[in-house]
């Protein structure tokens, strides 16, 4: 199983927003909002937009929004 996980973290490392999906299309989609939600002032100071793929959702933080 793939799961498509999109985090937006902090400059400390801290997950703001996790969404998790198995829809590569729906992941890549909510990747380019939280991109687009970033200001260039949070991207001056270090704020990521980030999307990654694990293979269970065990490996999926805990407060994340689970779409299936």
Not at 22 to 41: I, P, R, V, Y
Not at 47 to 58: G, N
Request: aromatic fraction near 8%; glycine fraction near 2%; charge should be negative.
């Amino acid at each position: 199983m793939t799961i498509w996980v999109n985090e937006q973290i902090d400059p400390s490392g801290m997950i703001y927003a996790c969404i998790a999906c198995c829809n590569e299309s729906q992941a890549k989609d909510c990747h380019e909002s939280f991109e687009k939600n970033l200001t260039a002032q949070q991207k001056a100071d270090g704020w990521k937009a980030r999307l990654r793929i694990v293979d269970s959702w065990d490996e999926v933080p805990v407060n994340a929004l689970k779409l299936d």
